[in-house]
C-alpha cells in the first residue's frame, strides 16, 4: 500500500524542508513538500525531489569494507567494529589525544550530539573547532546583539523594502522565493547585493555588483549618506546603542567618492540605494553566507548590522538584519559532555591539512562521518596528503568519494530516510521530524546505531541507551516548555522561545543590555594581489555541497568569465583552459558572460577530485578572525591556455 510519511530534509541548507516520503511497500517512490508546512508550505526544491536517486544509486556502498593491501574488499559490522575497536581500545589507554574526530555538516540532526559524547567519554581525544559554514557570521552578530536572532520568515511580508546581501534564493533559499514575489507584487522592492550575477538576479527589482569583498565599505557609505540627510534612527542610537560616537568618526572618516570607488559602483548607485533605505522602510536586510567567506567578514557583518540600526530597522517588523538561526537551539548542549574534557586538543577544520601536518604527537586514527573533507575544505591537496598520512582512517558514508577512498575501514551509512531523529535549522526556528520512511538498505547503520555498538563495545557507563531515550534527553530543553515530542513528530512545532520579530523591546542580551555598534574599520588582506581574478566558488543550483552522485560529475567544470576579459586574453566559449595559483590548478571549460564582473571568475563548488572537478585545489586555508570559519573567497586565480 501506499503510505506518506511526514520526515524533513537534515542537509547543509537553511530551508530544512518539511517533506512527504511516498512510499510504497518499502521502497521510496518520491519526496514531496508538505503542504502543511508552515516553513515551505509545499514547495521543494530540485535536489531534494532528486533525492531517491541517492537513496538507490548503484554505487552507493551498503555493506561494510576493509581495505586490504590497498583494495576494499566486503566485511561483515563485526570484523568492522572488532578491528575499529581494537585501534581505539589501545590509543584511548596510552595516547587519547592520537584520536582524532571529525564531524562533517552534511546530516545536522538531534542525534548527532551523542556522536561526540562518544569521544568525550573516551577520553582526551582530538576534535575539530571552527567551520566550514557559518561561524563567522554568527560571531559577528553575536558581537552586535548578544545573540543573534533572526526574523521568522513570515515577517518578511511586513517589509518596505527587502535587501538580499549576497543571499541567493534561486540556489539556496527555497522558502523566501514567494515572499519576494509577493513583495514585488505589492510595488515593494527587493534589491540585489551581490559581486556575481547569480540566477536570483531576475527576481529582483535590482541588482548591484561591488567588487568583491567591498561589501563594508558600501555599508559604511549609505550610513553615512542617512546621517546627512538626518533621516537615521535618533532614538534608537542615543538611547539603545552603544559606541555612537566611534562608529559616526569611522562613518565620516572616508567620503562617498572613496567608498564608491573602493566597492567600483557609481557613486550615484550608492546615492539611490541610500533613498531607498530611507523612503522605503521598514527595511529587511537579508543576509546569505558569502558574507562570511573573508578573514574580515566580521567587519562586512557588522557594518550591514550597523547600517540596520542607522536605518531603523532593528527591532520593528519587517525589518531585521537576518541571516540565520543557531540550529542546536532547541537542545540540551550538555549531550556534548564536552566539560568532561575541557583541557583536549581541538584542531581549526579550516586549516586541517596543517594541522594534521603539525599535531604533535602526530594523529593516528581518524573517524569521519557526515563529511567529505578532501572535497569541502580549503586546499584540498593539503588535506588530502595529510589525511593519506594517518596510519588509520575510519569513513562512515553513503558513497566512496575523495574522503572514502582514502579510508581503511569504510562504514555505510544509513540517509535521513532509513533512520528516526529531530532536527532544527539555522534557516528558520521550526523544529522538524525525521521519521524513517523505509527500511536501512543493504547492511547500512544510522550514525546513532555505530555509536552505540561502538559504546557497548567499549562498556562506556551511562552511554548505550535507547533511542527514544536519548532524543528526549536531547529536546529536554524544549520539552520542558511545553511542546511535546509527539507534536514534533506529528509534524513539528515551532520553538517556543524565538519571537518572530526579535528585540522589539530594544533590549540585547549584551554586557550593557545594549546594541554594539562596530567601533574600528578594517580593510581586508589581499592575498596573491598579483594574479588576475578573484574566485567565487559558488553553489550550483544542480547539487548540495559535494554530494553529487558520482554518476552526475561534470566532465570537466564550467569557469564563467566576462566575455570580454576573456576576448582579450584570447579565450573562447568552451574553451578548455588551466584555473591556476600556487596552492594547485584546474582544468575548466569556458563560459562567456557579457554581464559578469571583469575582476572575477566563478566555479561551482562541491565536485570530487577524482573526477578533477575539486575546485578547492585552488582555495586558500585562512581563518576568519572572528568565528573561526573559512575564507574560500580570499583566494585569487589565473586563467592559462592549455
Not at 567519554?121 to 566550514?132: F, M, N, R, S, Y
Amino acid at each position: 500500500m501506499t503510505r506518506f510519511i511526514k520526515t524533513a530534509c537534515v542537509r547543509d541548507c537553511p530551508n530544512t524542508c518539511s517533506l512527504l516520503a511516498k512510499v510504497e511497500g518499502d521502497k521510496l517512490i518520491a519526496l514531496t513538500g508538505d503542504p502543511q508546512s508552515p516553513t515551505n508550505q509545499g514547495r521543494i526544491c530540485p535536489k531534494c525531489v532528486r533525492y531517491p536517486r541517492r537513496v538507490y544509486d548503484p554505487a552507493r556502498v551498503i555493506y561494510p569494507l576493509i581495505k586490504v593491501n590497498g583494495e576494499f574488499q566486503r566485511a561483515s559490522w563485526d570484523q568492522a567494529l572488532d578491528l575499529v575497536t581494537e585501534r581505539l581500545a589501545k590509543l584511548a589507554q596510552t595516547q587519547p589525544e592520537t584520536i582524532l574526530y571529525y564531524q562533517g555538516f552534511a546530516s545536522r540532526t538531534a542525534l548527532k550530539l551523542v556522536n561526540r559524547r562518544f569521544f568525550n567519554l573516551l577520553g582526551p581525544t582530538t576534535v575539530t573547532k571552527g567551520t566550514i559554514c557559518g561561524g563567522a557570521g554568527q560571531g559577528a552578530q553575536d558581537l552586535d546583539y548578544g545573540n543573534r536572532i533572526s526574523h521568522d520568515l513570515r515577517d518578511h511580508e511586513n517589509s518596505g523594502l527587502m535587501i538580499l546581501w549576497g543571499r541567493n534564493p534561486a540556489v539556496s533559499s527555497l522558502n523566501l522565493r514567494p515572499v519576494i514575489k509577493s513583495l514585488r507584487e505589492k510595488g515593494r522592492p527587493v534589491v540585489l547585493i551581490d559581486p556575481v550575477l547569480t540566477a536570483s538576479a531576475p527576481l529582483c527589482s535590482w541588482h548591484l555588483a561591488p567588487r568583491p569583498g567591498t561589501d563594508a565599505d558600501l555599508a559604511l557609505a549609505l550610513a553615512r549618506l542617512i546621517f546627512e540627510a538626518g533621516r537615521e534612527d535618533k532614538e534608537f542610537l542615543s538611547q539603545r546603542a552603544d559606541n555612537l560616537v566611534a562608529y559616526q568618526e569611522m562613518v565620516f572618516s572616508v567620503d562617498l567618492a572613496t567608498r564608491a570607488a573602493v566597492c567600483d559602483l557609481a557613486p550615484a548607485d550608492i546615492v539611490k540605494l541610500a533613498q531607498m533605505i530611507m523612503e522605503r522602510g521598514p527595511v529587511s536586510f537579508v543576509l546569505g553566507w558569502g558574507l562570511h567567506r573573508w578573514q574580515n567578514s566580521h567587519i562586512t557583518m557588522r557594518s550591514i548590522d550597523a547600517l540596520g540600526a542607522v536605518a531603523g530597522s532593528i527591532g520593528v517588523p519587517g525589518g531585521g538584519v537576518s541571516q540565520g538561526f543557531e540550529e542546536y537551539q532547541p537542545f540540551d548542549w550538555s549531550v556534548w559532555g564536552d566539560e568532561l574534557q575541557p583541557d583536549r586538543r581541538r584542531l581549526f577544520m579550516p586549516l586541517l591539512g596543517e594541522e594534521l601536518d603539525q599535531a604533535q604527537p602526530p594523529v593516528k586514527f581518524i573517524l569521519i562521518t557526515a563529511g567529505n573533507p578532501v572535497a569541502s575544505l580549503p586546499d584540498a591537496n593539503r588535506v588530502k596528503a595529510a589525511l593519506s598520512r594517518a596510519p588509520f582512517k575510519v569513513v562512515a558514508g553513503h558513497f566512496l568519494d575523495d574522503t572514502a577512498l582514502l579510508a581503511d575501514v569504510f562504514l555505510p551509512a544509513t540517509t535521513f530516510l532509513e533512520e528516526d531523529d529531530v532536527v532544527a535549522s539555522y534557516g528558520h526556528s521550526y523544529i522538524c521530524p525525521i521519521n524513517q520512511a523505509i527500511s536501512p538498505l543493504g547492511e547500512c547503520r544510522s550514525d546513532f546505531d555505530l555509536f552505540m555498538a561502538l559504546g557497548a563495545r567499549l562498556n562506556l557507563a551511562d552511554y548505550v541507551k535507547p533511542r527514544e531515550e536519548w532524543l528526549r534527553l536531547i529536546l529536554g530543553p524544549t520539552l520542558k516548555m511545553g511542546v511535546s515530542l509527539e507534536t514534533i513528530r506529528a509534524g513539528g512545532a515551532y520553538q517556543p522561545d524565538i519571537p518572530h520579530v526579535p528585540y522589539q523591546d530594544k533590549r540585547f542580551p549584551t554586557q550593557s543590555g545594549k546594541f554594539n555598534l562596530l567601533e574600528r574599520y578594517e580593510p581586508p588582506a589581499v592575498y596573491d594581489a598579483d594574479r588576475r581574478f578573484a574566485l567565487m566558488s559558488t553553489a550550483p543550483k544542480e547539487w548540495l555541497c559535494s554530494e553529487i552522485l558520482p554518476g552526475e560529475h561534470l566532465k570537466i567544470l564550467p569557469v564563467t568569465v566576462n566575455e570580454a576579459v576573456a576576448r582579450e586574453l584570447g579565450f573562447q566559449e568552451g574553451e578548455e583552459v588551466w584555473v591556476h595559483n600556487g596552492l594547485g590548478r584546474l582544468k575548466a571549460q569556458v563560459r562567456l558572460n557579457p554581464q559578469l564582473r571583469p575582476d572575477l571568475v566563478v566555479i561551482p563548488r562541491g565536485g570530487w577530485g577524482q573526477y578533477d572537478c575539486n575546485v578547492n585545489v585552488l582555495t586558500q586555508a585562512l581563518l576568519t578572525k572572528v568565528g573561526s570559519g573559512t575564507a574560500y573567497y580570499q583566494s585569487r586565480v589565473d586563467l592559462a591556455k592549455i
